[in-house]
């Protein structure tokens, strides 16, 4: 186990909804990336959030935006939810190179 | 412009085999590359991983072999048992801000699958 958490497991929304999903980083690490991870594909890069400050981006629209807290937890939201949005969205949390994955949370867009 | 190819996408071997997964990339400030195993409904774990200043490293029966000149590096998992059936992911990424590495690149996934 990596210590790194990830809330809720499942989730189920309809189209347009918003969704917030939670990552608890492993202890001591100040660094949280986000990705998302389409059925049989790698997981791509989303944001990353390094001492409360957004680190870089990937080709996500503006919809997805995150938070991360004083705690090194961090919120990845998105607006205006669309089927494609339909995946596994993975949390990794990390000190220096080594990034170490939560279980993940299951998105479905129905 | 897929930045990590990763092949081949499906592998079958038998048990005690020698499981081989090869990975290409192309942006030649990438620093760190590792490799990640994946189980369904699991994230993703930290298997082994290498810095481009070594050229193997080795942990148990997995062994990454990089190769800097030609940009390519390969996951070799020796004595493969069926527990180590799942999906491997090469990835490979670039010195970020603080210490921490910017974003990993991942490649599409090699399917293992390991007959008893």
């Known amino acids: 186990e990596t210590g790194v958490t990830q809330s809720p497991t499942h989730l189920i929304k309809t189209r347009g909804q918003q969704v917030t999903l939670r990552c608890s980083s492993q202890s001591g690490h100040n660094t949280v990336s986000w990705y998302q991870q389409a059925l049989g594909q790698g997981p791509q890069f989303i944001f990353q959030?390094?001492?409360?400050?957004?680190?870089g981006r990937g080709n996500f629209p503006p919809r997805f935006s995150g938070l991360q807290f004083p705690n090194y937890s961090s919120e990845l939201n998105v607006n205006a939810l669309e089927l494609d949005d339909s995946a596994l969205y993975l949390c990794?949390?990390?000190?220096?190179?080594?990034?170490?994955f939560g279980p993940g949370t299951r998105l479905t867009v129905t | 412009q897929q930045q990590v190819k990763q092949s081949p996408q499906s592998l079958i071997v038998q048990k005690g085999g020698i499981s081989i997964i090869n990975c290409a990339y192309e942006n030649t400030a990438f620093d760190y590359f590792p490799w990640y195993q994946q189980f369904p409904g699991k994230g993703p774990a930290l298997l082994i991983a290498i810095r481009p200043d070594v050229s193997e490293k080795k942990e148990g029966r997995f062994t990454i072999s990089f190769n800097k000149s030609a940009k390519q590096f390969s996951l070799h998992i020796m004595d493969s048992q069926p527990g180590d059936s799942a999906t491997y992911f090469c990835?490979?990424?670039?010195?970020?801000?603080?210490?921490?590495?910017?974003?990993?690149?991942f490649g599409k996934g090699t399917l293992l699958t390991v007959n008893p």
């Open positions: 990794a949390s990390s000190l220096a190179y080594e990034q170490y």
């Open positions: 990835a490979a990424s670039r010195p970020g801000s603080g210490g921490s590495n910017y974003k990993l690149t």
């Open positions: 959030y390094y001492r409360e400050e957004e680190n």
